[in-house]
């Protein structure tokens, strides 16, 4: 059984596009998390939530916005989409001390 | 703002040899995370360790934890081909409640035979 899931794999889309990319996590986690790891493989947190409290990276547009609808589902909302956020994209959840992480997403901006 | 620094970037080696991935970081945490991640693939969890002097080993891996000196290592042992992929330390940052790693560049091991 996979245990953090992603959707799509593969987005290629044209830039001012609006995009969406799904998250579930099937282990029961209380928190989840995105990365973003660009094209030198350089991982960089965006977001971390729980039920009760989001953070966000300062460094993360307000293009990019998390919604969760339930526990098991953290998507990742992108308006206006630029060049620069062609990347892998990567949903992670936690269990005690150890992350545990999608398969990743790879957008590509156009 | 915590940094974390992997050194090499790169690393070239030949079966049946050893070496160490060096990993420091800039502030105070006891929470330093191994990854291992193939091409195309996702990140694999190696170890974690949570405690000054925790050492770890799985399989040709160790992995140890000097916290006082803000560095952890990655020792490879008798290096093989299928050890080759790009390796991550990620130290814990625990800002809020949850908790989020802060990753190195990376350590990409190439194993020749």
């Known amino acids: 059984d996979t245990a953090v899931s992603q959707t799509p794999k593969y987005l290629v889309t044209q830039m001012g596009n609006d995009k969406s990319i799904k998250c579930e996590q099937n282990l029961g986690h209380d928190t989840m998390y995105w990365y973003k790891q660009d094209s030198k493989k350089f991982l960089k947190i965006m977001f971390s939530y729980n039920n009760k409290e989001l953070i966000i990276n300062e460094t993360v547009p307000n293009r990019f916005s998390p919604k969760s609808p339930d526990k098991a589902h953290l998507n990742l909302h992108i308006n206006s989409l630029e060049l620069g956020d062609s990347a892998v994209y990567f949903c992670?959840?936690?269990?005690?001390?150890?992350?545990?992480f999608g398969p990743g997403t790879r957008l590509l901006v156009l | 703002e915590l940094k974390v620094e992997q050194n090499p970037l790169f690393l070239s080696m030949q079966e049946g040899k050893n070496y160490t991935i060096y990993c420091n970081y800039s502030t105070t945490s006891d929470r330093l995370y191994w990854y291992r991640q193939d091409p195309g693939k996702s990140l694999e969890s190696l170890f974690v360790l949570l405690s000054n002097g925790a050492v770890k080993q799985e399989g040709r891996l160790m992995a140890s934890l000097d916290t006082k000196a803000r560095l952890s290592t990655l020792h490879i042992t008798a290096a093989v081909h299928d050890l080759s992929a790009t390796y991550f330390c990620a130290v814990g940052h625990y800002g809020g409640s949850q908790g989020n790693l802060i990753f190195g560049k990376g350590t990409k091991l190439s194993v020749k035979p």
């Open positions: 992670a959840s936690k269990r005690g001390e150890t992350q545990y």
